[in-house]
Nanobody, 120 residues
Framework: QVQLVESGGGLVQAGGSLRLSCAAS????????MSWYRQAPGKQRELVAF???????HYTDSVKGRFTISRDNAKNTVYLQMNSLKADDTAVYYC??????????????WGQGTQVTVSS
């Protein structure tokens, strides 16, 4: 019943932009911290961006100033705006939820991932 569905990935040239979306269902969205992770082949999955239930944001150093995470609680959706894309941004991007409050505090879910490929 819980579902996180990413969309918006694709092929883009270096310097270009993409906006990823993650639509959540089956959770109380406003009670969940939301994050974007990414994983390139042969590398560990890394946290890219985080947004708390209160709207506080954090970014990994490599994307600071280029990526923006936001959420729309009315739409149960979290976004990742990616600008000035680099080849090193190529990865599968995953949406993650973690309950920050409530009976299910600490419970976490993952989306299926969406491929982002940045070409030269």
């Amino acid at each position: 019943q819980v579902q996180l569905v990413e969309s918006g990935g694709g092929l883009v040239q270096a310097g270009g932009s993409l906006r990823l979306s993650c639509a959540a269902s089956g959770i109380i969205f406003s009670f969940n911290d939301m994050s974007w992770y990414r994983q390139a082949p042969g590398k560990q999955r890394e946290l890219v961006a985080f947004i708390s239930i209160g709207g506080a944001t954090h970014y990994t150093d490599s994307v600071k100033g280029r990526f923006t995470i936001s959420r729309d609680n009315a739409k149960n959706t979290v976004y990742l705006q990616m600008n000035s894309l680099k080849a090193d941004d190529t990865a599968v991007y995953y949406c993650n939820s973690e309950a920050s409050v409530g009976f299910t505090k600490g419970r976490s879910y993952w989306g299926q991932g969406t491929q982002v490929t940045v070409s030269s």
